[in-house]
């Protein structure tokens, strides 16, 4: 059990406390050594893991991955501080993969694929909408899993509406022990690229682009670790396999993470409001690719959870 520090804060006229760990604790639990240090920039190193820190920041680069934090890392006479909801949920679920839980039954995946019927999603070039390719996607994720022997469903197989709130709902009565919502990215500025994977915040903790809304604990909090290392796997293969750019395992609150009855993420994968990248979407083998690269996350996944 690493100390724990509270540490007072103040977002705009709120004061509230935060609990944290002093980083050279953190370090040395983890067998990591102090590569460099200053006042800016602390980078943590072992054979295994890289994390690169800077000072106020919430992102920071866990092995060559972007990554953003619940909280930003402090500097509090002359320490170095991270909280400790990051600390246990988000460090440490990626670098002990010991098994933390066995399957009590076989791992069923829920494939959500986003929008449908009348919401369309996003619009791209190349005739390129975000209903229908999440839908591919979902597709071909589900035959590449299913070839694996993994149990698979989806929440909708059609072009049909489906409400957010039933989407979560599916996956609690169908046993779902893994979540995946699978989107597509727009943006008002058309150079935006790349894959971004969402997880829920932890309790207490605002969403990567804002700090206001409601921070109450979601029963998808109760998975706050496990969310960290299907995010970590997912983000990580499909980088991989598409060789797209990086944009981060990103939080949020969404509903449909906020009411996951199991481990859930959602993939954004890639910006249909990029014409480049929208027509890298339009194309089977490139949708190939995302998909096999979000299966492979899955699987590697699964097989952590499994070994002894």
């Given at each position: 059990?690493?100390?724990?520090?509270?540490?007072?804060?103040?977002?705009?006229?709120?004061?509230?406390?935060?609990?944290?760990?002093?980083?050279?604790?953190?370090?040395?639990?983890?067998?990591?050594?102090?590569?460099?240090?200053?006042?800016?920039?602390?980078?943590l190193?072992?054979?295994?893991?890289?994390?690169s820190?800077?000072?106020?920041?919430?992102?920071?680069?866990?092995?060559?991955?972007?990554?953003?934090?619940?909280?930003?890392?402090?500097?509090?006479?002359?320490?170095?501080?991270?909280?400790?909801?990051?600390?246990?949920n988000?460090?440490?679920?990626?670098?002990?993969?010991?098994?933390?839980?066995?399957?009590?039954?076989?791992?069923?995946?829920?494939?959500?694929?986003?929008?449908?019927?009348?919401?369309?999603?996003?619009?791209?070039?190349?005739?390129?909408?975000?209903?229908?390719?999440?839908?591919?996607?979902a597709?071909?994720?589900?035959?590449?899993l299913?070839?694996?022997?993994?149990?698979?469903?989806?929440?909708?197989?059609?072009?049909?509406?489906?409400?957010?709130?039933?989407?979560?709902?599916?996956?609690?009565?169908?046993?779902?022990?893994?979540?995946?919502?699978?989107?597509?990215?727009?943006?008002?500025?058309?150079?935006?690229?790349?894959?971004?994977?969402?997880?829920?915040?932890?309790?207490?903790?605002?969403?990567?682009?804002?700090?206001?809304?409601?921070?109450?604990?979601?029963?998808?909090?109760?998975?706050?670790?496990?969310?960290?290392?299907?995010?970590?796997?997912?983000?990580?293969?499909?980088?991989?396999?598409?060789?797209?750019?990086?944009?981060?395992?990103?939080?949020a609150?969404?509903?449909?993470?906020?009411?996951?009855?199991?481990?859930?993420?959602?993939?954004?994968?890639?910006?249909?409001?990029?014409?480049?990248e929208?027509?890298?979407?339009?194309?089977?083998?490139?949708r190939?690719?995302?998909?096999q690269g979000?299966?492979?996350?899955?699987?590697?996944?699964?097989?952590?959870?499994s070994?002894?």
């Open positions: 059990m690493l100390p724990v520090l509270v540490v007072a804060k103040c977002d705009g006229a709120e004061k509230s406390q935060d609990s944290h760990v002093k980083l050279h604790h953190f370090s040395k639990k983890h067998n990591l050594s102090i590569d460099a240090k200053s006042n800016e920039h602390v980078i190193s072992n054979a295994l893991t890289r994390v820190f800077t000072s106020g920041a919430r992102r920071v680069t866990f092995n060559n991955l972007a990554l953003f934090m619940n909280g930003p890392s402090l500097q509090k006479n002359g320490e170095w501080l991270i909280s400790v909801a990051d600390a246990e988000v460090f440490g679920p990626m670098m002990d993969l010991r098994t933390p839980s066995e399957w009590s039954s076989p791992p069923h995946v829920i494939l959500d694929p986003g929008h449908g019927g009348d919401d369309t999603g996003a619009r791209g070039q190349h005739k390129t909408v975000e209903k229908r390719i999440a839908l591919d996607i597709k071909r994720v589900q035959r590449i299913k070839s694996s022997g993994t149990e698979v469903a989806l929440t909708r197989r059609k072009d049909h509406t489906l409400e957010l709130g039933d989407r979560p709902a599916y996956a609690m009565t169908s046993g779902g022990t893994i979540f995946v919502s699978i989107h597509l990215n727009s943006s008002p500025n058309g150079h935006a690229h790349g894959i971004e994977t969402y997880v829920l915040p932890s309790q207490g903790f605002p969403s990567t682009s804002r700090t206001g809304g409601n921070h109450d604990m979601c029963p998808g909090n109760t998975f706050d670790s496990l969310n960290s290392r299907l995010s970590y796997f997912i983000q990580k293969e499909l980088l991989q396999s598409t060789q797209a750019k990086d944009r981060g395992i990103r939080r609150r969404w509903k449909v993470l906020r009411d996951a009855p199991c481990p859930a993420v959602l993939v954004e994968c890639g910006f249909l409001s990029n014409p480049t929208a027509k890298k979407l339009s194309n089977r083998r490139y190939d690719r995302v998909a979000i299966a492979d996350g899955i699987l590697t996944y699964i097989n952590t959870m070994e002894n």
